[in-house]
Structure formats: C-alpha cells, structure tokens
C-alpha cells in the first residue's frame, strides 16, 4: 500500500452571517479554542498513525462536548423545548456511511452514528429506535439538564410559539450552527463526520442536511471528503457534498474548483447560504463559505493549526 506521508485535517462549527461588532473578543476566543480543541483531538489521532474515521469522529466529539456549537451539549432548542440531533459518518475507502436523526439525549451523536455504520445492517436510524439503539450499545445518555444552555433558550425563547424557525450563529433570522470534520490519514483513508442540533424552533422532526449521506457528508478516497453548514433544506435539494465529488471525478475539476462551484454557483439560486470544508486525497484542505463567516479550523503541511472566523 502507497504510504501518504502527509495527513491533513479541517474542522467547522458552523456558518452564516456572523457580525465583526457582536463578536466580542471574549467569543471570539472562546470559539477559536472549541476549534482548536477539536483539531488538537483529530490530529493526535492522525500522528498517531490512526484512521481518518477515528480522527474525524475524535475532532467531532470534542466540539460536540463544546457548549459554544450546536450540536451534541450546545444544541439549540426545538418547538418543544428540546434538543434533537442529527448527525452522520462517511469512510472514503470502503464507502460506508452511518447516521442518526432526531436523536435525544445521546452525549455524542457522531458516536452513535459510527455505530450505526459499524454495528448494524442499516445507514439512517432516526427518533426512538435510535434511542433504543444507544441504549443496546451502551451509548453514553445526559439528561435534559446537560443540554440547557442560557444562550441557547433565550434564542429560542425569541421564535417560541412562532413559525418562525432559525439556523444558528446569526444576528438577523437566518442563522446557523453545526459542527463537522474531514480528514486524510496516512494509508491515504478520506473520511467526512457532521454533527448538528440544526435549526431553533423547528417542528415536525424536521430533518436537515447532515445526517443525509451525499446532502451534508460525503467522502470517497476517489475524490475528497465533505462536510457541510448551512440552511439544511437547499443542501438536501443541491447534494451538496456528493456534488463536489461528482465534479471532481466525472468533470475532473480540482478540488477549489469544485467546491467554489458549489459553494458559489449551485447553492446560491437554491437560497443555499452555508459553507463548507473538504479535503482530497493529496491532503489538499478548501473551506469556503458564501454568507460572511464560517468558524473553521485546518491543519497546514507542517502540522500548524490555524482557526479563522470571518470570510475575509
Ligand atoms: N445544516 C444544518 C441543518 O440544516 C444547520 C447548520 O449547518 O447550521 O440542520
């Protein structure tokens, strides 16, 4: 087997329109640590020698357990007052993939949905009978209280009792939150892991675009590896990340190429605010976004973490 000397490693926790004067320089830092403490997890697992779906799920987790990112602890609020998550897992090698929907009270949903891909016959498990299912594997439970967050419920007490539903991180109605990773390990192993407690207020078990294989994640050792953020419904319409694989492989665009494609041209006239990051397989990282902001995180050639914010 080819050995890949290099490894590389991208995180988000989320994109939208994210305002320079809300951004206190306290946030700011509090954010750019969450990203750093997730790089920091994927990356230990990558120098170690260890797989890409191990890294991706490790880079996740940590951001999971980030009160700052809505998904896993920070996850925003639902019409009823609850949390429901969504997320999902891609290995490029072997294009398995595992992911849960409108799950409760699991500590770290990615978990559950590696678990999905590596313990049971399906993809996709969703509400109760994904409850169920962390309960036979032993998954870690929180109770309510562990999801509550201040921010989080005078947000949503803002929309309650509206129709008005909200993506998160924004100062105006459009906002977004989300967490998600990519990463290439030595063997030359793509892998894509996104994690999300999408939208506030929203109704209906109201599913979004990153527990959906091809929509919000993708990875394929052919091509790269993808996750996304942004207003869920466009990105199911626009499969998204599968997208970028298709325009690398059958179009054979570069990498920048493709997901400026994407990014820029297809999600826009589907109201597709959002970004997202991806890696190929020479370990080549793009995050690109078209609202204002996307909190990311990346590793460089030398191993160097770098965190940004804003699009400029
Ligand atoms: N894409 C997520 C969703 O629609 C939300 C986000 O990325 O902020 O559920």
Redesign the pocket.
Known sequence: MKEHRRTALAVHG???TISRKEMTPVREKAYREGLLDGLRAGQDVLLQGGSAIDAVEAAVRRLEDCPHF?AGRGSVFNADGQHEM?ASVMRGDTLEAGAVASVQNVKNPITLARRVMEKSPHVLISGLGAFEFAHQEKITLEDDQYFFDQFRYDQWQRTKGTDVYQ???SDDDR????VGAVALDREGMLAAATS?G??TNKRWQR????PLIGA?TYANNASCAVS??????S?IRAVAAYDVHALMLYKGLSLEEAVHEVVHKKLPPLDGD?GLIAVDREGRIVLDMNCSGMYRGWTDEHGELHTAIFKD
Do not use: R
Request: glycine share 32%; proline share 0%; charged share 20%.
């Open positions: 989320g994109a939208g809505n969504d993506l998160d991180h906002k977004f939150g989300t999300t999408g939208m599913i979004g675009d990153s919000g996304c953020t942004g207003h869920g419904e990105f959002g």
